[in-house]
């Protein structure tokens, strides 16, 4: 009898949550969706990584940057090996926008070892396309991005420490600072999301097609301008509707659809489990 009673009280209190439109009731039904999300084994797909729980007060504060000084730079690379390290890629494009997300320049780059793959989902691109004089030298790239730059120049975008490094930029030299999306995107419960499912949820926009560094570029200058914008409560919102259940779980990633590997070249950098080369 008093596992009955219990049972009956846990099933009213299970109907209260359901219907009560209070905060705390959404965000018990929330939680109760990742739960049941994680035990049917979809609570953390391969395109989401997570940290730990983090507390509301150390979640990232967005700085807010002018237009004129913002810059959001894209850069695809080629595979040039089989293993997904980054020693096995070599740049083949470079896109950069400005504040207000209008291309300031776009390039092809010819890479110097022989191509292995084109890892045409990722590039937009395929054989010949950096045939015939089309793409520049990785040099007049480098030199052609750092002559739209100043030290008081901001880079956004998801994870730009490779691009960075690919275009050799300098901190204090060619650009002043930086904001990662994939930082002010994640939520309380430790979740960083791709910029793929954020443009999707917060902007209602997909990348169709054959991939383009443009709309990498394009994008992620239109994340941080609604991110730099917003309030406090209104950046919550967004990184809670992240996680909503219309959106949830994210579309699986390139590299997942792909099967993580391309022309016998690995594309698991992220997940061991899928990892065909054998690198760490």
Known sequence: AGAAAAAAAAGRLGLCLLLCPCPEAQRLRRCRVLRRAKTQGRGK???LRRKSTIAASSLYKVPYYPPEHVFSLDVECVAVGTTHEASNREPCSVALVDGWGKPVMYTLIQPVRPVVSYLTPFTGLREGDLDGGKALSLARAINEVKSHLTPRSVLVGQSLEGDVKWMRLVRGVDFGGSVDLARVFTNAAGYIFSLRHEARVLL????????????????????????????DKELSAMRDKLTDRAFWPPKPSLAQECGYQIDGVCLSMYNSRHCCCGRP
């Open 45 to 47: 797909p391969r395109s």
């Open 204 to 231: 209602g926009e997909e990348d169709e097609g054959v991939h383009d560094p443009r709309w990498d570029a394009r994008v992620s200058v239109e994340l941080y301008r609604m991110a730099a914008d917003a309030t």
